[in-house]
């Protein structure tokens, strides 16, 4: 099936997100616009793979997104050939030539063209991408494209069309079960998105939004809630650069939801009840994220997580840095969870995480941990992405014989006190790829990275002056020995706005 080749594609695309490629300027943007698409594009086919049998047209549709994900798959695994090759356009250029070439797909105003034909001679039309920018369909063309179309017309994807408001012709499509308004200008959503009472998706991420209406609760078949959109910021990642929405009261009421991300806990629904408090009525939630988070509501919040039986992913953020998130007192934990983000201050180390058997992905971000973590996260089984962002305070980090056996990314970044990294012979004998950034304090590679035979990418960033004149010296220096096995060692440094990269 496609969404087979869309899924492996997505899985490829978050190294990319989380590696070296995000210090460049503009080319996170770029690849999140890109996975965000084939994202859109899996919800698609998942409602196409019932149907395309039946439709012709629809049908080719699906072979176009099979063949788009593969040639972008090809496309990343030629990226770090051509990167030093493409230092003109960076990055972003040189992606959208490979990515946007005809064997891919057509010209995207050429795609809107066709679309608009079809609307125009077919009453059956079920699903309709507009893929943006496209100065060249103004509103008033988007209204009479839907003035033709079908009303049964149940995908409708507007994502990065110049839109400020959803045309009211939307509302009319009573039979839409996915609404896409990715990365548009949109700011609030109307009280007659209750109209839409078969709607099943609704992406608002990277809009505007920051507030739905209660009309939302009509969707009784919403399964999916996405809303965020990011603050413009410096180099350095903060906390709240991400932004959710204001719920609407009583958002428990949507029993079907399974995805609802990114919803603000400094709020009381109707009665006076705590947003964190209704979250224990969405038994059905698969991913929840939540942000500004106070510290009085991280007791109730714990209680709510322990009726999510079916969590598979948890993001957790608090009101700002020095904001206590108090998740002590989880338990039981949702025995399936697979990812765990946990953006705020941590007293100290949530004593159920290494229950979790199954986690698969760790973040840790602003938890200024006097102690050393590690030793608590070694023995999980599973473990194979661990991100330390601010998230302790120490000189030493210390990887034990034996711990992390199926850990392949780590990356530490921003931890000001540390000084010396150690890996002792044994631990993490998967890792592919060990990043370090903003740790000016450090003047040796880590002790041991000889012993890390599998890493293929060794990253640095923002460290100091004196460890990368050692690396320099190339063989002379004992450092750069260490690192001699090693086929990729990227430095990146910040210059004149923006990110540099420099391969050792």
């Not at 030093?84 to 005809?102: N, V």
């Not at 105003?109 to 125009?120: K, V």
């Not at 009309?215 to 399964?223: G, Y």
């Not at 305070?393 to 150690?422: I, P, Y």
């Amino acid at each position: 099936m496609a969404e087979t080749a869309v899924f492996h594609l997505l899985a490829n695309l978050a190294p990319f997100l989380q590696g070296e490629v995000n210090l460049l300027s503009g080319v996170r943007e770029a690849m999140e616009d890109i996975r965000d698409e084939f994202e859109r594009m899996s919800a698609f086919l998942i409602v196409a793979d019932a149907t395309e049998e039946r439709d012709p047209e629809l049908k080719v549709w699906v072979k176009q997104v099979r063949d788009a994900a593969y040639d972008t798959e090809y496309v990343l695994d030629k990226f770090k050939l051509h990167l030093a090759q493409h230092h003109g356009d960076g990055f972003g250029g040189f992606l959208r030539k490979s990515f946007y070439f005809p064997k891919t797909l057509k010209a995207r105003h050429q795609i809107a063209s066709e679309i608009q034909r079809y609307s125009e001679r077919s009453s059956r039309l079920r699903s309709l991408f507009v893929w943006g920018p496209m100065d060249s369909l103004p509103n008033a063309s988007l209204r009479e494209l839907f003035r033709h179309g079908s009303r049964l017309l149940n995908v409708l994807d507007l994502s990065g069309i110049p839109l400020d408001t959803i045309p009211n012709e939307v509302f009319k499509l009573i039979h839409l079960r996915y609404l896409g308004l990715t990365n548009t200008k949109v700011k609030m959503v109307p009280k007659l998105i209750g109209k839409l009472e078969n709607l099943e998706t609704l992406d608002l991420g990277r809009t505007y939004v920051t507030e739905l209406p209660d009309e939302i609760l009509h969707l009784q078949k919403l399964r999916n809630l996405i809303s965020f959109h990011r603050i413009p910021t410096t180099a350095n990642l903060k906390l709240r650069d991400l932004c959710g929405f204001k719920s609407p009261s009583q958002i428990g009421r949507l029993q079907y939801l399974q995805v609802l991300t990114l919803i603000e806990a400094d709020q009381n629904s109707e009665g006076g009840i705590s947003i964190a408090k209704e979250l224990g009525r969405l038994t059905q939630l698969r991913e929840l994220s939540i942000g500004n988070l106070r510290r009085e509501d991280g007791v109730i919040l714990c209680s709510s997580i322990e009726k999510l039986s079916n969590l598979r992913k948890l993001c957790v953020m608090s009101t700002k840095e020095d904001e206590i998130l108090d998740l002590q007192s989880l338990s039981p934990v949702p025995r399936f969870l697979q990812e765990l983000y946990l953006d705020g201050r941590l007293e100290k180390f949530p004593r159920w995480i290494p229950s979790l058997r199954g986690l698969f992905v760790l973040t840790l971000g602003w938890s200024k941990l006097r102690d050393d973590p590690l030793q608590s996260l070694q023995e999980l089984p599973n473990l194979a992405k661990l991100v330390f962002e601010q998230t302790c305070e120490g000189e030493v980090l210390c990887f034990k014989a034996g711990g992390f056996q199926r850990l392949k990314r780590l990356r530490l970044s921003n931890l000001k006190g540390l000084r010396w990294v150690r890996v002792e012979e044994g631990a993490m004998p998967h890792l592919e790829a060990l990043i370090i950034r903003g740790s000016e304090l450090m003047e040796e590679v880590p002790s041991g990275i000889q012993h890390l035979t599998h890493v293929q990418t060794f990253e640095l960033g923002d460290m100091s002056e004196k460890l990368i004149s050692k690396l320099n010296r190339e063989v002379q220096d004992e450092n750069y020995r260490k690192i001699a096995h090693i086929p990729e060692v990227i430095y990146w440094y910040w210059e004149h706005g923006q990110w540099k990269v420099k391969f050792l």
